[in-house]
């Protein structure tokens, strides 16, 4: 299986402040023959689904604030919200969909605001 | 307007069973893959099982094989779970979601199963 680390497992951010959340992947999810990162993030807030932020690494979902950026290859990836605002409050998940046999995510990382 | 909803849980013994729906709408669920995806009270998400559109790939995580069975019924826009043999770390909320060629969306509501004496 290809385990998802998370880190850190909560932040507390100033609103307008950045916030960063890293992903590590066991193995690569870089699937070379199409040139794409197999690794998406969601946001959850209490009593909801998760909802789709960014795949393939880097793409943002339509309607997501451009404030929500993607970055990395491989094995190392992060999440950024470049300006944290109130309703950013939330868990955040990184999933890898490399291995369809072996779905996993990262354990989540809790934002809050300092 | 796509939307997934899961029914079906409750509450039931250690050891007994339960069989989970999703009813999909506002897309043509035939052509896509599916996924139940389940979370724990205060917990994170632990994928569960995963069958391609036409019931030709099936794959279960570790901790559900042999003891759950994943299946769909185009015709009536719908994904099942059905869950045998149910233990008390099976308590979760369970979601279906729609593989759009990789990543998860959107995703159900969840239905809460919980599984206590």
């Known amino acids: 299986d290809i385990a998802m680390t998370q880190s850190p497992d909560s932040l507390a951010v100033s609103l307008g402040e950045r916030a960063t959340i890293n992903c590590k992947s066991s193995?690569?999810?870089?699937?070379?023959?199409?040139?794409?990162?197999?690794l998406a993030w969601y946001q959850q807030k209490p009593g909801q689904p998760p909802k789709l932020l960014i795949y393939?690494?880097?793409t943002r979902e339509s309607g997501v604030p451009d404030r929500f950026s993607g970055s990395g290859s491989g094995t190392d990836f992060t999440l950024t919200i470049s300006s944290l605002q109130a309703e950013d409050v939330a868990v955040y998940y990184c999933?890898?969909?490399?291995?369809?046999?072996?779905?996993?995510f990262g354990g989540g990382t809790r934002v809050e605001i300092k | 307007e796509v939307q997934l909803v899961e029914s079906g849980g409750g509450l039931v013994q250690p050891g007994g069973s339960l069989r989970l729906s999703c009813t999909a709408s506002?897309?043509?669920?035939?052509?896509?893959?599916m996924s139940w995806v389940r979370q724990a009270p205060g917990k994170g998400l632990e994928w569960v099982s995963y069958?391609?559109?036409?019931?030709?790939?099936?794959y279960y995580a570790d901790s559900v094989k042999g003891r759950f069975t994943i299946s769909r019924d185009n015709a009536k826009n719908s994904l099942y779970l059905q869950m045998n043999s149910l233990r008390d770390e099976d308590t979760a909320v369970y979601y279906c979601?729609?593989?759009?060629?990789?990543?998860?969306?959107?995703w159900g509501q969840g239905t809460l199963v919980t599984v206590s004496s």
């Open positions: 193995q690569s999810v870089f699937y070379s023959s199409n040139n794409k990162n197999y």
């Open positions: 393939w690494a880097s």
């Open positions: 999933h890898q969909y490399y291995s369809v046999s072996q779905i996993t």
């Open positions: 979601a729609r593989h759009r060629a990789g990543p998860f969306d959107p």
């Open positions: 069958i391609t559109s036409r019931d030709a790939t099936i």
């Open positions: 506002g897309f043509t669920f035939s052509s896509y893959t």
